[in-house]
């Protein structure tokens, strides 16, 4: 379904496929089998859909769930919640991202990011997350993009608090770092490391204290 008009106001649950290929306003919420967005998309409601793809530019007013989320654009979300959370553009989380597995290469701006799986952060710019958890590994390193080489100086991650089993950080700024085995690679100011197994920081970064952990 595509819709080419400045304003969409739905009067149903719209259930076949949302194709946004110009510029759509909603006022209540989506509920459609998938979400394609191409052009520009504003709701006031929430999203709900089992796949959401971004090309375009989209702004969700409220919360989104959907089973698979592949934001190649720019997405902007009050909360969301996927199986698979993907963004190789510009994604920005007001309040909470849940996700089984997250993979970001771009730039994210989130306040709590959880997932079950795995976080993994490729910086292509200057990107934050208040608090990240993940149940298994966390990883953030510098984008291999060649366009993202000229943006060396602002490929940094900041954070307050860090939390996985297995964590790798490069280019991180964080409060505190929290998990078993933990590998500390150039660029990172960390204030405290908290580890049950093992510990290696890079001498090109600096760590203020740390803290083993006995299981």
């Known amino acids: 379904m595509s819709n080419n ?3 969409y106001e739905r009067t149903d649950m ?18 459609a089998v998938t979400v394609d967005v191409f052009g520009h998309l504003s709701t006031k409601g929430s999203v ?9 530019d989209c702004t969700i007013g409220g919360n989104c769930k959907a089973n698979q989320v592949n934001n ?3 997405l902007r979300v009050q909360n969301i919640q996927a199986d698979n959370l993907r963004s190789s553009g510009y994604m920005s989380v007001a309040e ?7 993979y970001a290469e771009g730039a994210v701006k989130i306040n709590r990011l959880t997932a079950d799986s795995s976080i ?6 200057r990107s934050t997350v208040e608090v990240m958890r993940a149940g298994g590994n966390i990883i953030v390193k510098p984008s291999s993009k060649l366009i993202n080489a000229l943006m060396h100086p602002f490929r940094k991650l900041t954070c307050t608090t ?4 297995n964590i790798t950080l490069y280019r991180t ?18 204030g405290e490391i908290r580890y049950s197994k093992s510990l290696t920081v890079d001498l090109k970064s600096q760590v203020d204290r740390t803290v083993f952990l006995n299981p």
């Open 162 to 165: 860090i939390e996985g089993t």
């Open 14 to 31: 719209i259930d076949p496929p949302l194709k946004v290929r110009g510029s759509q306003f909603v006022r209540e919420n989506i509920n």
């Open 48 to 56: 709900s859909t089992s796949k959401l793809k971004v090309s375009g």
């Open 120 to 125: 993994e952060i490729r910086l292509g710019n």
């Open 173 to 190: 700024t964080a409060d505190l770092v929290c998990g078993e085995e933990i590998i500390i690679g150039p660029g990172c100011t960390i």
């Open 96 to 102: 909470n991202a849940a996700a089984g597995t997250f």
């Open 72 to 74: 190649l654009g720019s």
């Open 5 to 7: 008009n400045n304003t």
